[in-house]
C-alpha cells in the first residue's frame, strides 16, 4: 500500500508563483523504486499529463507547453515529490495529483493517487 499527501494549494494571482509537495509512505513503497508524476483535472475537463520524474531525479518529463514554467524535483532521503509552479495563469488552475508507479515515469497509469490539492490562480 502506498499513501500519497499532496500540499501546499491555494489561490494565487497571475504571473506568481506555488510549491507542491508530495509526501510518500506506505509499508510496501520504496522511494529508490518508483517513479512521481503530477497530473492536473481542471472542471469540465479531463486530468491530464503535467510532469513526471524517474526513480532517481536524473530524467524529467514535461508537458509540452509547460516547459520552462513547471519544475518537478523529488528528494528520495524524505520520500518527496515537488513541483514548483512560475507565472502562473489562470489557465493553471486545477486540482492537482501526485501520482506514484513501479514501471517508470511514462507508464500509461499510474498505479497509485494522492486526494488532491487545489490551485486557483486569478486573473
Known amino acids: 500500500q502506498v499513501q500519497l499527501i499532496e500540499s501546499g494549494g491555494g489561490l494565487v494571482q497571475a504571473g506568481g508563483s506555488l510549491r507542491l509537495s508530495c509526501a510518500a509512505s506506505?509499508?510496501?513503497?520504496?522511494?529508490?523504486?518508483?517513479?512521481m508524476g503530477w497530473f492536473r483535472q481542471a472542471p469540465g475537463k479531463e486530468r491530464e499529463f503535467v510532469a513526471a520524474?524517474?526513480?532517481?531525479?536524473?530524467?524529467?518529463y514535461y508537458a509540452d507547453d509547460l516547459k520552462g514554467r513547471f519544475t518537478i524535483s523529488r528528494d528520495n532521503s524524505n520520500q518527496a515529490v515537488y513541483l514548483q509552479m512560475n507565472n502562473l495563469k489562470p489557465e493553471d488552475t486545477a486540482v492537482y495529483y501526485c501520482a506514484a508507479d513501479p514501471r517508470g515515469p511514462l507508464a500509461v497509469a499510474y498505479a497509485y493517487w494522492g486526494q488532491g490539492t487545489q490551485v486557483t490562480v486569478s486573473s
Open positions: 520524474v524517474n526513480w532517481s531525479g536524473g530524467t524529467t
Open positions: 506506505g509499508r510496501t513503497f520504496s522511494t529508490y523504486a518508483y517513479a
